[in-house]
C-alpha cells in the first residue's frame, strides 16, 4: 500500500517570495511521482512528474521538485511566485505495476501582493 | 473540443434519489477513472476502466455503478443517494502504454444530496 503526507494545507506567501510545498512518501514497491495543481473550480492538471532519470523535474511554469530517495520525499519548489499560482496542489505516487494515483490532502498555496 | 468532459457540472438532489453523472473524452485514451474528493479536498480513486473493463474498484458501495459503453465514456450512476455522498466527483482518462502516462481530469461535477 502507499500513502502521501502533505504536511502543509496551506502556504501563504507574497508574491515575487520563493515558496517549497512539502511532500512525503511510503510504498513497499517502486513508485512514480506527480505533482498536479487544481485552479478554482477546475479539474486537476498535471504540473510535472519523475519516472527515472535526474533527480531534478522542472515544469514549464518554473515549477520544480526533487526526487529524494532516502528521505522518500518530493518537494515542490518556485523561487519567485505570482498571483496566478494561487491554487491547491496535489503531490501523487503511483506504484510500478498498478495504474493508479493515491494523492496527498493537496496544500492550498495562496499567494499574496 | 474540452478533452475531458463531465454532466451535469452541479447536481443538487434530495437522499434517497438516483443519480448518473456522464463522462466523455475525446483523447482516445483507453483507460478512464472516477475519483471522488470530499469537502476536506482530499481525493480518493473509485474506479477504472481499461477499454469498457473494470480493473479497479475501490471497496466503493454497490449503490454505485460505472458503466462504459465504450473506450470514449465511464458514467457513475448512484442508487439511493445519502448525505455522504455529497463531493465533487472527476472524471480521468489516460493513455495505456508505458507507465506513469499523465491522466487528465474533466471539470468536476459538484453533488450536493439535501
Known amino acids: 500500500a502507499q500513502s502521501v503526507t502533505q504536511l502543509d494545507s496551506q502556504v501563504p506567501v507574497f508574491e515575487e517570495a520563493p515558496v517549497e510545498l512539502r511532500c512525503n512518501y511510503s510504498?513497499?514497491?517502486?513508485?512514480?511521482l506527480f505533482w498536479y495543481v487544481q485552479y478554482p473550480n477546475q479539474g486537476l492538471q498535471l504540473l510535472l512528474k519523475?519516472?527515472?532519470?535526474?533527480?531534478l523535474v522542472e515544469s514549464i511554469n518554473g515549477f520544480e521538485a526533487e526526487f529524494n530517495k532516502s528521505q522518500t520525499s518530493f518537494h515542490l519548489r518556485k523561487p519567485s511566485v505570482h498571483i496566478s499560482d494561487t491554487a491547491e496542489y496535489f503531490c501523487?505516487?503511483?506504484?510500478?505495476?498498478?495504474?493508479?494515483?493515491?494523492f496527498g490532502s493537496g496544500t492550498r498555496l495562496q499567494v499574496q501582493p | 473540443d474540452t478533452a475531458v468532459s463531465q454532466t451535469p457540472k452541479y447536481l443538487v438532489t434530495q437522499m434517497g434519489n438516483d443519480k448518473s453523472i456522464k463522462c466523455e473524452q475525446n483523447?482516445?485514451?483507453?483507460?478512464m477513472y472516477w475519483y471522488k474528493q470530499d469537502s476536506k479536498k482530499f481525493l480518493k480513486i473509485m474506479f477504472s476502466?481499461?477499454?469498457?473493463?473494470?480493473?479497479i474498484n475501490e471497496t466503493v458501495p454497490n449503490r454505485f455503478s460505472p458503466k462504459s459503453p465504450d473506450k470514449a465514456h465511464l458514467n457513475l450512476h448512484i442508487n439511493s443517494l445519502e448525505l455522504g455522498d455529497s463531493a465533487v466527483y472527476f472524471c480521468?482518462?489516460?493513455?495505456?502504454?508505458?507507465?506513469?502516462?499523465?491522466?487528465?481530469f474533466g471539470p468536476g461535477t459538484r453533488l450536493l444530496v439535501l
Open positions: 519523475y519516472l527515472s532519470g535526474s533527480t
Open positions: 480521468a482518462s489516460q493513455k495505456t502504454g508505458a507507465a506513469a502516462e499523465t491522466q487528465y
Open positions: 483523447l482516445g485514451h483507453d483507460t
Open positions: 510504498s513497499s514497491v517502486s513508485v512514480y
Open positions: 476502466y481499461n477499454n469498457k473493463e473494470l480493473i
Open positions: 501523487a505516487v503511483e506504484p510500478t505495476g498498478r495504474r493508479a494515483l493515491t
